[in-house]
């Protein structure tokens, strides 16, 4: 049993790292792709930053796929899909934290 939660917290682990190892490339796809003239502020956050922030509620954590089949096969723990994402944005405050991943 002990071997088994070992495992699965070293998994658990890989896919933070991996999904959020990737969020500077999400990063520079969105400040490309935002409007001319619009100020954006991208912050790259380490997945060891970035988990706390995330489990405390502090942060919301987007799949930055619109694909939902593509998400589902990378989703990290408390992230949500980016049509969710946006069903929320009316109501998100403007200094909420909120960060994105791809891989």
């Not at 593509?70 to 909120?98: N, W």
Request: glycine content about 4%; charged content about 20%.
């Amino acid at each position: 049993m002990l071997r088994l939660k070992e495992n699965r917290n070293v998994l658990c682990a890989a896919a933070w790292i991996t999904g959020l190892l990737f969020l500077a490339a999400c990063a520079t796809m969105a400040q490309q792709a935002s409007p001319k003239g619009a100020k954006m502020e991208v912050t790259r956050i380490s997945p060891q930053d970035a988990h706390p922030l995330v489990k405390s509620g502090q942060a919301l954590l987007v799949c930055a796929y619109a694909n939902e089949k593509t998400c589902s096969t990378i989703m990290l723990e408390g992230a949500i899909f980016l049509k969710e994402f946006e069903t929320r944005l009316a109501g998100l405050k403007k200094d909420q934290p909120i960060i994105f991943y791809c891989a």
